[in-house]
C-alpha cells in the first residue's frame, strides 16, 4: 500500500517531487539535528489522487491518525486538548512555489474548551483569544473561502466602537466578542457553524490546500510558466511553536549572506514578540538580526551555528524562517535563497574561493538573465529624490522624459525631439504609436502580462506597470502621487523598469560598470569593493563558460560601430550583417533609380552608382573584424520599403489633386509605389525572391563583398567573409543565387590576383526550409536559422500585427507564458529547427549550423541551440556576454547541469 | 562488363530504362514478327557514363563496330558502301519524351562516293542527292550546332536563281551544287570539314544525341517536369527504308482507333513516294490511310493486321509510323498513343467490353484532368467562324467579350458591366487589375509559363497566350489577323482557353453535355451517338471509381444553391462551409456596429441581430445536405474586411478635409479602420485569435449552428453538424473554443430538448499545427487541413502577392514546375501534411482527417492524400467528380496502379 504521510525524520531534500519544497527541507533539517518543531507531510501523491478522483485515497485517514498520535507522543499534548492543547500549522509545498496557493493556517486545534488551556499554558489570555479569532478568520477565508473583507470589516468597526487605535488597545473581552462574531459570519456565509472539533480543522484544511492547486490564479501562473497541470501539492503538519508569548519570544528571518549585495555576513530581521504574520503586516518595525545578540546571545549563537551548518550542508546561501519560544530556537523553514543578480555573481565566486564549490557549479549558479539585468543603465539612486510610488518593473532600463498622456501627444512631443514618458491607466492596442514614440511607459493598473508590459518588452522600452498608488487623471493630462505631488504634462519623470520606482524630475543615469569594462573604460582603482569585486566574479565566470562551452558566439552587427563593440564584448565574428540599412538615408535616391529604371541601362546605373558605397560599407566593417567570420546577408526586405508609405503617398496625391496643387514627388514615385504595393509584404517579394527578380542586384552586392575582401587581404588582413542568401524555400532559388556568386568571386579573383574563399550559405527562416534542410544543404555551406521570421511563419502571425494585439490576451489565457518571439517555442519552431539540423548534418556532415535569430541572445533558447548541436549563437552585441555565459552553462557536464536551466 | 548496345531483337518492351520509348518498342514489334528494320540500341546507361565522364565507355566503340557488323550482314549492304552503301537513321528515345532533345539524322552514311552507288541502287540520282544534300544540312544542324538559317539561306538564294518555286523544280545539277555550298557553310562555320568517313558520322551523331540530354531547352522542361537529371537517353541506330523511292512507296502515321473522338475503327494518313519529313513540311497533301487499300491493297492488308496485333498486344489504342519502300510494308516506331480526353473515356470503356481490359485497368486509362477538361463549358464550334488565329490555349474555358488593350481600361469597362476580354503583347504584374475584371486574357507572346498563363489559371480565368501571327497594336487599340481582319477596341471576340481559337464575334458557348448529365437535365434521346456514348463511358468509370476508393469526397460550399449542385455532383457532405460571406452585403452594417461597439451593450445588440440571420443561413445549408456531414468554420478573415479598405478611406478623408467638404463615413469609419489596419493582414488577428478576441462571437455562430440543428432534427430531419475552428497553432487555442462550443450546444440542446452531438475540430493550415498534431489531436474530433493557407506559411509567401508577381519566373528558372496553389508541394508542405497527419492517428486513433484546401480537387494533390491516408477531401462542387474518380484511381491495386499516375 502506498505511503502517503511521511514524518520530517522520514524525509530529505531530494524527496522534492513528493514533499514539495517545504516539507523537503524540514526533513533535511530535522536530520541534520537542526530544532525543528516535530510534524510531517502528506505527499503530493496523495493531492494528485484527491484532484483525479475528487476522494481522498482510502488509507489517507488512518495513516494521518498515526502520524498525529506519534506528534502527539512526541510534543506530549493532544491536538485541541482542553488543558494543554497540542496546535498545529497546516502548509502548501508544491514542487515550485506558486501565487494563488493557499498558504497557510495556523493554531489549528483551538476551539472554545482548547483555548482556555492555552491560556493557562501560556499564561497569557489575550494571547490565546487573539491566536482563536486569528485562527477563525484564517480558516474561513482560506479553507472556506468566506470573503476577508467581512472580518476586517467587522475588526474595524469594533475598534470603531471601543476607539481602539490598534489591535493591541482590544481587550480579552473584546477578542472574545470577535470570536462570536467572527463564527457568526461564518455561519451566514456558509450555512455550517465553524469547526471546533480539532481533527476535523486538520482534515479540512488539508482537503483546502488540495483544492488550491486548481485555483483559478494557480492554473492560470501554471500555464504561464509551463509548470505541469499535474505535479499536486504536499502540505505540511507542523506542531506550532510561538513567537508571541513574551519578550523572551520572537521572531525572524535571516539570510547566510547578504542576498541584495552577495557581501558576507549574517543577514537578517527580528521581531520580539511577534508571529510570522506581524513581520509581514509591518506593524512595528524589525531589528537588524544582529541586535538578537544582545537579547538572546544563546539563541543568537545557536542561530549563526544553525547557518553556517545549512550553507555547509547546502553548499550556498540559505534563507531561513526561525522563532524562538521563550528562549528557544526553532527553525520554521530553509531554502536555499534568492538573491539579486549581483549577488548571485558574488557569492557564487566568493564560494568557490571558500573551496565550498567549483567553478562549474558556480557558473551553474549565476544566469544571462542576470547578466543581462547587471548590464542595463542604472539610476544613481544616491542622487534621486525619495520615489513617488513603486510600481511592477514590467521591462527593465532606466527612461527619463517629460510626462505624456495619450497616444497622439506622445508622438507629436517626441516628433519634435521631446523624450516623453507615456503615462496611461493601461494601454492597448490604439497606444501603439505613442508607445513607439516614447522612451518609457508607466502604467497605474497592469501585470508582468498586461499589454503595457508585453509591448513594451517586445519593443526594449522600459516600462513600469501595476504603479496602484497614482491617481493618474488622463482628461486633465496629470497624475498625483500619494503625498499629494501633482506630475502634469511637461513634467519631467523618470522610471526604473527594474525596481519599478518612480521619480519626478530628471534621475541620472549611469552606465553599468560591466559595460565599461567590457568596452575598457572601467577604473577599478576609483569603484567601491562591492562593484571591483562584482566585476571580477563576472569576468571569472565568463572566462570560465567560454573555456566551457562548445559554441561559440557572433554578434548581429550592421556598423563599424556595433562591429567594434560586439568585438569588445567578445563576440568571435559577425552572424548577421544586414545589408538593408546600406540603401537607406542618402542612398535613397539612389535605390528610387534602381526601382524607377526604365530599362537595362538605367538599372545598370543605378547599381555601378551602389557599388562603390556598398565596398566601403564592407570594407569598413572587415576591417573591424579582420580574422573573425563575418556573415554578410544578401538584401532580404522588399523594394517598397526604400519607398514611402502607400497610404500616405496616395494620400498626398489626391489632396494635391483635389486642391489644384502639384506633388512632384507623389506624382514621380506613386506609380511605382502602387505596383509594388503588397497586401502582405512579409510574404511578399522579398529575400532571395527579389535576388532573383531584380536583375544585376546579386552581382551588385556579391562584387562589393568580394572587392572589399580582395582589397584588405592586399593590405595583409585576413577577411573571412559567407555570403548568406535570405528566405530560402527551396534549394533552386540558393543554387541559382550560388552559381551567380560564384561566378562573380572568380571574376573579382581574377581581377584582383587574390584568392577568394567562396562560403556560400543561407537563412533558414522557412518551414520549407526546414523540412527540405537535407536538400538544400547540398548547396550550402553553412545554414543560419532565423529564428524570427521562422517564427512568424511557423504561428502565421508576425510579430509587429500581433505581439501588440492579442499577445497580452493569450498570455492571460495561459496560451502561451512567454512571447515565442523572446524565447524559442520549443514544441513548434524549435522541433522545426532540431530536425532541420539533423537532416542537414546527414546530408551534409560538418556543415555549418548557427542562429542569427533575437533567440540567439536569449538564455533558455540558448539551451536549446546547445542541446540540438548548433555550432555558434549570433546576437545583438550587447547580448553577447549574456550569450557567452549560457553558451558555457548550457555545456557543463551533466552532474552539474542537473541543477542548472536558464532561468535561474 | 557491361552491356551497352542492344540488337532490337534483344531488347523488349519494359526495358524503357534502358533502351528509351523508341528503343523498347522497336523491340518488342521485333520479337512480335512484325516487319521492322534492322538496326541496334544503344543504352541510356552509356549516355550516363558519357555524361559523367565527358568519355564514352571504352568498351562502346567495340560494341557499336560488333552490331554494325551483324547489321551490315543481315541488310547484305556495307555502311557507306560505294555500290550499294547501308544507310542508317539515329534518333534519341529517352524514358520520357522531351521538346529540345536532338530528334533524328537520317541518311548517314552517304559521301561524295556512296551518293553514287545510291543513285545507281535507286535507279534515281536526284534522290540520292537530295537525300544527300538533307543528311549534310541535318547533321550540321543538330550534330555540329550550325545555324539552320544558313542552310535555308543557301537553298532560298538557289532556288531565286533559278526561278524555281518549289524544291522539286531543282535539276540534280543544282542539287550537287548545294551540297558543295552547304558542306562550304560547315567549314566557314566549325572549322572543320563536313565528315565523309560514314564510320565517323555514325559516332559524332551518336555522341550529338547523348549530349542533346544537357541542351538548354531539356534541362529546364525537366526542371519543370520534375524529371529526373540523371536518367539519359537512348540512342538507336536503325538501316533506311525509303518511302520516296517511287509511287509503289510512301509513308504514314496512324491510330488503331480515332484518338480524336474515341471512335473505334483505324484511322490516319498516308503519303505517296515521302519520307517522313515532308509529311511534317506539310507540301503535298496527305490522303485518308484508306486510300491506300486502292494503291496497294497487299500492303494495305498486312498494316491492318500489324495493328491489330499491336492493340492486342499493347492492349491499348497503339499510334504507328510506317514506310512503304517499293511496295513493302516497314514499321518505324509505334507507342500507346495519346488521345483526347473524350477519347480516352469511350476507348476504355470500349476495351472493356471488348473483353481486352478490366475495368480497373479502365479506370487507371482515363483522368481527372481529362474530366475537367471535359466538364467546361464550349464554343458549338459548329456556330462558329473560322478562326482568326490559334495561339497556345494556357487557361480552360470559353471566354466572349469586347476586346480592350490595356488594365485600366478592361477595369473601367468591366466596373459599367460589360465583358471584356483584355488583350496584350504580355502582360505584367501592372496589368493585374485588368486581368481581375477581364472574363479572358489573349497575348501575342508566351507560353503555358508565361506571367498571364500562370496568373490566370491561378484566377481560374480563360486564357490564350502565343496568338503569335496575330499583330497587336495598343498604342492604337487593335490587332490584326493574318486574314487582315482588324478587332478594335469594343469589337466582341471569343477566345478557347483549350484550343487555343481565337474568333471574332460571339461564338455560342454551349454547356458540357456531363456537367448537364450531373445536373440531371441530360436529353439522351436528343444526343449523337458519341456524345452518349461518351456519357455513358463517364458515368460507368465513375460508378467503379466509387466502388473502388477508400476517400470519401465533400464538396466547398457557402450557399444552398452551390450545397445542392455538390450534392448532385456526387459530394458526400460539405467539408467547408465558410462564414464569412454571412456577414457581406446588407448585412455589413452590422458586423460595423459589432466593430464599433463602445461597450459591451452595444457589442452584445450587433451579435444579437446576427444570431437570427446566421441561423437561417444554416438551417437553408443543413436542410439541402440533410443526413450528410457538413463541416462549418467559425469566422475566419481579419474584422478589416468588412470595412473600407484603409488607404481609400484615408484618401477620402483627406480630400474632404482639404477641400472643407464632409465625409461622414470616412469620419465614422477611419478610426476604427485604422486600429485595424495590419501590415499583414494574413499574418494578423483572424482565425481563432479573432474568435478568442471578440468577446461573444463563438457564442453566437455556434448558437446559431446549434439552433439551426435543433429546428432541423425537430423537423424529423437529420442533421450532421461539425463546428471547425480555423488558424490554430496551439491546442490551448483550440481548448478555450472547445468549451465555448461545448457549453453552448449543451446550452442549445437544454433549451431546445433535442440531443446535439459535440464534434469540434480544427483546419490544420499552419506549420505548427503540424508539429504540435499529437498535442492538438487531444481537443479536435477531426482535422481538416487547410492545404491552400499551409502553402502560404510553409513556403512563407501569399498567394495574392506572389502568384502574379514571381511565379512565371520561378516556372520559367524550374524553382518549381507547378503552382504549389495548384499542386500540393510534396516536399515540404506535404511532408508537413504526412507528419501531421500520422502524429494525430498515434495520438488519437480512429481521428478523422481530410483536407479541404484546393487542393482536394487537384489529381496529382488526391493521390497524395490518399497514400498517407485522409479520410476525405473536400473541394468546389464543379470539382467533385473529378476527385470522386481520381480518389477511385488512386485506390486502385498495386498491379493496375503501376500504370496509374494522376496526370496521364
Chains 1, 2 share one sequence.
Not at 486545534?109 to 487573539?130: H, I, T, Y
Request: hydrophobic share 40%; glycine share 8%; charged share 25%.
Amino acid at each position: 500500500m502506498e505511503k502517503y504521510v511521511y514524518d520530517f525524520a522520514e524525509g530529505n531534500r531530494e524527496m522534492l517531487d513528493l514533499l514539495g519544497g517545504k516539507g523537503a527541507n524540514l526533513a533535511e533539517m530535522t536530520n541534520l539535528g537542526l530544532p525543528v518543531p516535530a510534524g510531517f507531510t502528506i505527499t503530493t501523491r496523495a493531492c494528485r489522487a484527491f484532484l483525479a478522483t475528487g476522494q481522498v485515497p482510502g488509507s489517507l485517514g488512518a495513516e494521518v491518525d498515526d502520524h498525529l498520535h506519534r506528534l502527539e507522543s512526541t510534543m506530549g499534548k493532544v491536538l485541541g486538548d482542553a488543558d494543554d492543547p497540542l496546535l498545529v500549522s497546516v502548509r502548501s509545498g508544491a514542487r515550485f512555489s506558486m501565487p494563488g496557493m493557499m498558504d497557510t493556517v495556523l493554531d489549528i486545534g483551538l476551539n472554545d474548551v482548547s483555548v482556555v488551556g492555552l491560556a493557562k499554558q501560556a499564561g497569557d489570555e489575550r494571547f490565546a483569544w487573539d491566536s482563536y479569532r486569528r485562527l477563525v478568520q484564517m480558516f474561513a477565508k482560506t479553507v472556506l473561502g468566506v470573503e476577508g473583507a467581512y472580518f476586517e470589516k467587522a475588526l474595524a468597526a469594533l475598534k470603531d466602537d471601543r476607539r481602539a487605535r490598534t489591535d493591541l488597545d482590544l481587550t480579552v473581552d473584546d477578542l472574545k466578542q470577535l470570536v462570536t462574531t467572527y463564527k457568526q459570519i461564518v455561519r451566514r456565509e456558509t450555512g455550517a457553524e465553524f469547526p471546533t472539533e480539532p481533527r476535523e480543522q486538520l482534515d479540512a484544511a488539508i482537503l483546502g490546500v488540495f483544492r488550491s492547486w486548481n485555483g483559478e490564479r494557480a492554473r492560470v501562473y501554471r500555464r504561464q510558466e509551463r509548470i505541469p497541470e499535474d505535479l499536486g501539492t504536499a502540505v505540511t503538519v507542523v506542531s506550532m511553536v510561538f513567537g508571541n508569548l513574551n519578550l523572551s519570544s520572537g521572531t525572524g528571518v535571516a539570510f547566510t549572506r547578504d542576498p541584495a549585495s552577495g557581501s558576507p555576513g549574517v543577514y537578517g530581521d527580528y521581531l520580539q514578540d511577534a508571529q510570522g504574520e506581524d513581520v509581514v503586516a509591518g506593524i512595528r518595525n524589525t531589528l537588524p538580526l544582529q541586535e538578537l545578540e544582545h537579547l538572546n546571545p544563546q539563541a543568537y549563537r545557536q542561530l549563526l551555528d544553525v547557518m553556517s551548518t545549512l550553507e555547509h550542508h547546502y553548499r550556498d546561501l540559505c534563507d531561513i524562517e526561525f522563532t524562538i519560544e521563550n528562549g528557544k530556537l526553532w527553525m520554521l523553514q530553509t531554502r536555499v535563497g534568492k538573491r539579486t543578480a549581483a549577488a548571485a555573481f558574488r557569492i557564487a565566486s566568493q564560494l568557490v574561493d571558500e573551496g565550498v564549490i567549483s567553478l562549474d557549479e558556480a557558473l551553474g549558479r549565476v544566469s544571462g538573465a542576470g547578466l543581462a539585468e547587471l548590464m542595463f543603465p542604472r539610476f544613481d539612486t544616491t542622487a534621486a529624490p525619495p520615489a513617488l510610488a513603486h510600481g511592477m518593473g514590467a521591462s527593465p532600463g532606466a527612461a527619463v522624459g517629460k510626462a505624456v498622456f495619450d497616444s497622439p501627444s506622445a508622438a507629436e512631443w517626441a516628433a519634435r525631439g521631446e523624450d516623453v514618458v507615456l503615462v496611461r491607466t493601461e494601454t492597448n492596442p490604439d497606444d501603439l504609436p505613442g508607445m513607439v514614440a516614447a522612451r518609457g511607459i508607466l502604467t497605474r493598473r497592469g501585470g508582468k502580462t498586461s499589454h503595457a508590459a508585453v509591448v513594451a518588452r517586445g519593443m526594449g522600452k522600459t516600462c513600469v506597470v501595476a504603479a496602484q498608488e497614482l491617481r493618474v487623471d488622463t482628461a486633465h493630462k496629470r497624475f498625483t502621487a500619494p503625498d499629494g505631488t501633482v506630475v502634469a504634462e511637461g513634467d519631467l519623470i523618470s522610471i526604473d523598469g527594474k525596481t519599478g520606482a518612480v521619480y519626478k524630475g530628471r534621475v541620472p543615469v549611469v552606465d553599468s560598470p560591466l559595460v565599461r569594462f567590457f568596452d575598457g573604460t572601467f577604473d577599478a582603482a576609483s569603484a567601491d569593493t562591492e562593484t571591483r569585486d562584482l566585476v571580477s566574479a563576472v569576468e571569472r565566470l565568463l572566462r570560465h563558460a567560454d573555456a566551457r562551452r562548445r559554441m561559440s558566439v557572433r554578434a548581429n552587427a550592421d556598423m563599424p560601430a556595433d562591429a567594434h563593440r560586439a568585438r569588445a564584448f567578445g563576440a568571435e565574428g559577425i552572424g548577421l550583417c544586414r545589408t538593408e540599412h546600406m540603401f537607406l538615408g542618402e542612398r535613397r535616391r539612389l535605390v528610387e533609380n534602381l526601382i524607377l529604371a526604365h530599362d537595362d541601362q538605367e538599372r545598370q546605373a543605378a547599381l555601378d552608382a551602389l557599388l562603390p558605397l556598398q565596398r566601403s560599407d564592407f570594407a569598413a566593417i572587415l576591417s573591424e573584424m579582420d580574422g573573425l567570420p563575418v556573415t554578410i546577408r544578401l538584401i532580404d526586405p522588399p523594394l517598397h520599403e526604400f519607398l514611402p508609405d502607400f497610404t500616405e503617398l496616395s494620400v498626398r496625391a489626391a489632396v494635391a489633386k483635389a486642391t489644384g496643387q502639384r506633388d512632384e514627388e507623389a506624382e514621380r514615385l506613386l506609380p511605382a509605389v502602387r505596383r509594388l504595393h503588397e497586401a502582405n509584404p512579409m510574404l511578399g517579394l522579398r529575400g532571395v525572391r527579389l535576388c532573383l527578380a531584380v536583375p544585376g542586384l546579386v552581382e551588385l552586392q556579391v562584387r562589393a563583398i568580394a572587392e572589399a575582401a580582395a582589397e584588405a587581404m592586399k593590405a595583409g588582413h585576413h577577411p573571412l567573409v559567407e555570403v548568406m542568401v535570405p528566405v530560402v524555400a527551396a534549394v533552386q532559388e540558393l543554387e541559382h543565387v550560388r552559381e551567380t556568386a560564384e561566378r562573380v568571386l572568380d571574376e573579382v579573383a581574377a581581377e584582383t590576383g587574390t584568392h577568394l574563399e567562396k562560403v556560400v550559405g543561407t537563412m533558414i527562416e522557412l518551414p520549407r526550409a526546414c523540412m527540405t534542410a537535407g536538400q538544400i544543404a547540398s548547396a550550402a555551406d553553412f545554414f543560419s536559422f532565423g529564428t524570427n521570421d521562422l517564427t512568424q511563419t511557423t504561428w502565421g502571425f508576425s510579430r509587429d500585427d500581433c505581439e501588440a494585439s492579442f499577445f497580452p490576451q493569450y498570455m492571460e489565457m495561459g496560451i502561451f507564458g512567454k512571447s515565442p518571439f523572446e524565447t524559442l517555442d520549443r514544441d513548434g519552431v524549435g522541433a522545426l529547427v532540431r530536425m532541420a539540423a539533423a537532416t542537414a548534418r546527414t546530408a551534409k556532415p560538418g556543415i555549418e549550423l548557427g542562429v542569427c535569430g533575437e533567440h540567439g541572445g536569449d538564455p533558455e533558447s540558448i539551451h536549446f541551440f546547445n542541446q540540438i548541436g548548433l555550432d555558434y549563437v549570433s546576437c545583438s552585441p550587447f547580448r553577447v556576454p549574456v550569450a557567452r555565459l549560457e553558451a558555457g552553462r548550457a555545456a557543463l557536464p551533466e552532474a552539474v547541469a542537473g541543477s542548472v536551466s536558464a532561468s535561474r
